[in-house]
């Protein structure tokens, strides 16, 4: 898909990879829509051409705002990037259940919403492109992130039925799986933190922006999947060939006191 003067519409837009996005659309020509809790921080990215809508997209009647707004501003939704998400550290026996809704809620539920609230303009308009940003916990799960690899899972099993079911309508659907990007994502987990291993190997993080332009260019060639960086896909493949010693290593990853606890 041509992305020059389409109307991309990003959740989660203030920061880290929904912020790198917009900066990356830009500069492909493309008119933006932002959503996100800060008002400051949306501003602070859109700058004065951007339509910012801030709120929770948890709460009932945010996802509609933001996209009767984007259309009353500009008469389309082209591209959908549902990057709003959240973490949980704690282990999945002893996880609270209220803030395991809460990151099902944001990874999952809102994504949905948002999707069925624009697939029928797109469908009107005879063409779109919906992007899940999900994770590399989305094809092999992570122990420190059993509940997130869990809605990431989800996220990537609704990608893939999309695709089937609007393939006819020119609605094209991209899954992206990012690996270690730095941004402040464990900071804002809704409880835990990493294991001390897992801290270590983030100084092979790539960057946001990185992220963002491979997710642009995914776009813009009708990707399937996105995996940023591509290395993960050696991580895939190994847990495919030899799951008993990819799960042996990430066992040792996650042992930890606070994990163990």
């Not at 944001?106 to 999900?134: D, K, S, T």
């Amino acid at each position: 898909m041509q992305v020059e003067s389409k109307v991309v519409l990003i959740t989660g837009a203030s920061e880290g990879i929904g912020a790198a996005c917009a900066s990356a659309f830009r500069r492909r020509g493309a008119r933006l829509s932002l959503t996100a809790r800060s008002l400051e921080k949306l501003e602070q990215v859109g700058g004065a051409d951007a339509l910012v809508t801030p709120g929770d997209l948890q709460a009932p009647e945010v996802p509609k705002r933001v996209v009767e707004r984007t259309l009353e501003r500009f008469g389309a939704v082209d591209i959908l990037v549902n990057n709003a998400g959240a973490g949980l550290y704690t282990p999945a026996w002893r996880a609270p259940m209220p803030l395991t809704r809460q990151m099902f809620e944001l990874n999952f539920f809102a994504a949905l919403e948002m999707i069925q609230l624009v697939v029928p303009h797109m469908r009107r308009q005879g063409r779109g492109a919906i992007v899940n940003v999900g994770s590399i916990a989305g094809k092999i799960t992570l122990p420190w992130l059993t509940l997130y690899s869990a809605s990431k899972y989800a996220l990537g099993a609704l990608g893939d039925g999309l695709r089937m079911e609007l393939q006819r309508d020119g609605i094209q659907v991209t899954t992206v799986c990012p690996g270690h990007v730095a941004t402040g994502f464990s900071e804002h987990a809704l409880e835990g933190r990493p294991p001390d291993a897992v801290l270590r190997a983030r100084r092979f993080a790539i960057s946001a922006e990185r992220c963002a332009e491979a997710i642009a260019r995914g776009v813009e060639r009708g990707a399937r999947t996105v995996m940023a960086p591509p290395a993960g896909w050696i991580l895939v493949a190994l847990e495919r060939l030899i799951p008993w010693l990819v799960d042996a290593q990430m066992a040792r990853m996650c042992d930890s006191p606070e994990q163990a606890e």
